[in-house]
């Protein structure tokens, strides 16, 4: 039996992440009203961050949304 695929809404908004104990200026991603992650810019690059710290980097920010839906799906 296969298993039906669930369309989820994931929204993208813009807020201040804090990383490191600094605050800046990014992006967090939200399905519902649950927050399933954040992204920093950081020297041109994309930062995933998870509690506070930088999970990984990426050079765009589609590879670093695609990581963290990535995350989200093999947990939930």
């Known amino acids: 039996m296969s298993k039906k695929d669930k369309k989820i809404e994931i929204q993208v908004k813009d807020a201040k992440v804090t990383v490191n104990k600094a605050i800046i200026e990014g992006f967090e991603l939200v399905v519902g009203k649950k927050v399933i992650g954040q992204i920093v810019e950081i020297d041109g690059k994309f ?3 998870d509690k506070e710290n930088v999970a990984g980097f990426h050079k765009k920010m589609d ?11 093999l947990n939930h």
Not at 63 to 73: D, R, S, T
Request: aromatic fraction near 8%.
């Open 63 to 73: 590879q670093a949304v695609a990581a963290i839906i990535e995350v989200y799906n």
């Open 47 to 49: 930062a995933v961050v």
